[in-house]
């Protein structure tokens, strides 16, 4: 017969710090994918606000970490420390940073950066206009107009995202 469910096996500590472990690996990738930083590349990490646990956690899963997310190294800021300028992730409340500097070329991400904030002010001036035709509000199905505000939301919400982006990196 199939396994029983057995409470009594879970341990949710193992869970909570498995999560966290998850966590970190992800917002590093995610760091990465944003910046166009190659996803090989090691890059050296900042843990800012971090708890007792964080760090922790952060030397007894180093070998995940630094395979995984491929980490240089692991430094814990003060309590209070900004850092330099960074790309953030939070993992619960402690921020997880990688310095921009040297691992970007400035120039050609700020101009990566402005065509695709071009693209995303044209298309949602194109749904701007759609909803702002009382004929095809009118005359479409209910879904559909939900649809493309949804869009227009999320395309709102990148573009704040990426002009953000824009103002981090060409502030190094």
């Known amino acids: 017969s199939y396994p029983l469910f057995r409470g009594s096996l879970v341990n949710e500590g193992a869970e909570a710090e498995m999560q966290w472990v998850m966590q970190f690996i992800l917002g590093i990738r995610k760091i990465k994918g944003e910046m166009d930083i190659k996803?090989?590349?090691p890059v050296p990490v900042l843990l800012a606000d971090s708890q007792e646990n964080d760090r922790a956690w952060a030397v007894k899963h180093r070998a995940y970490l630094d395979f995984l997310a491929r980490t240089e190294s692991i430094e814990v800021l003060e309590a209070g420390d900004a850092g330099p300028e960074s790309a953030t992730a939070l993992v619960g409340?402690?921020?997880?940073?990688?310095?921009l500097a040297g691992l970007i070329d400035k120039d050609a991400e700020l101009a990566r950066l402005e065509k695709e904030i071009g693209r995303l002010r044209q298309d949602i001036e194109r749904t701007e206009k759609k909803l702002a035709n009382p004929s095809f509000v009118d005359k479409a199905p209910a879904a559909v107009v939900q649809k493309e505000r949804d869009r227009m939301t999320q395309g709102q919400a990148a573009l704040r995202d990426l002009s953000s982006q824009a103002q981090k990196i060409g502030a190094l």
């Open 39 to 41: 996803p090989g590349k």
């Open 93 to 99: 409340s402690m921020k997880v940073l990688i310095p």
